[in-house]
T-cell receptor
Framework: QQQVKQSPQSLIVQKGGISIINCAYE??????FPWYQQFPGKGPALLIA?????SEKKEGRFTISFNKSAKQFSLHIMDSQPGDSATYFC??????????FGQGTELSVKP | DAMVIQNPRYQVTQFGKPVTLSCSQT?????MYWYQQKSSQAPKLLFH???????NEADTPDNFQSRRPNTSFCFLDIRSPGLGDAAMYLC?????????????FGQGTRLTVV
């Protein structure tokens, strides 16, 4: 019940295309859903996050879509750039609780 | 400005020789976490401190210990490193108030066991 399932494991997108990464969870107590971006040899960096009281949040080219009834959320990267090539992790937590990470998606944006 | 600082960035230790990794933060966050991340895997939580309260994950080996002498500093001690403990170790902090659990990560320490 504590798991967060992420797909796909890897993704190749052409420059300018849309990258979509999906996550699903079971624990209805989760109330905070961040996405982290990690470059090789670096720590994860918070990209964008959402709470379940909204269905969508947009920051620049990054959008989170949240479906509370389906217990799913996704990250959309519009106009994907080679510099977006990294590993992306979704995560979930409940108040004051620990972050539970998805398995990660390795994104490669081809020029 | 670095907010979560881990030292060293790279650590090489001998099989069975105790090693300590350190983490400091300038955010005054009350929660500090230690994660282990192996190649192409998600970060795995080892333990975390909520203020001074230590919370160990059920599957964290006894070989891993932690100390938090004050709000700003936290240490990860590996008593007898094995080859399987080679990984990136990540420290993170968060302020668990108002329902927020936004976590900030350090750059990590890459541990090699020889």
């Amino acid at each position: 019940q504590q798991q967060v399932k992420q797909s796909p494991q890897s993704l190749i997108v052409q420059k300018g295309g849309i990258s979509i990464i999906n996550c699903a969870y079971e624990n209805t107590a989760f109330d905070y859903f961040p996405w982290y971006q990690q470059f090789p040899g670096k720590g994860p960096a918070l990209l964008i996050a959402i709470r379940p009281d909204v269905s969508e949040k947009k920051e620049g080219r990054f959008t989170i879509s949240f479906n509370k009834s389906a217990k799913q959320f996704s990250l959309h990267i519009m106009d994907s750039q080679p510099g977006d090539s990294a590993t992306y992790f979704c995560a979930a937590s409940s108040y004051g609780g620990k972050l539970i990470f998805g398995q990660g998606t390795e994104l490669s944006v081809k020029p | 400005d670095a907010m979560v600082i881990q030292n060293p960035r790279y650590q090489v230790t001998q099989f069975g020789k105790p090693v300590t990794l350190s983490c400091s933060q300038t955010l005054n966050h009350n929660v500090m976490y230690w994660y282990q991340q192996k190649s192409s895997q998600a970060p795995k939580l080892l333990f975390h401190y909520y203020d001074k309260d230590f919370n160990n994950e059920a599957d964290t080996p006894d070989n891993f210990q932690s100390r938090r002498p004050n709000t700003s500093f936290c240490f990860l001690d590996i008593r007898s490193p094995g080859l399987g403990d080679a990984a990136m170790y990540l420290c993170a902090t968060s302020r668990a108030t108002g329902g927020r659990t936004e976590a900030f990560f350090g750059q990590g320490t890459r541990l090699t066991v020889v």
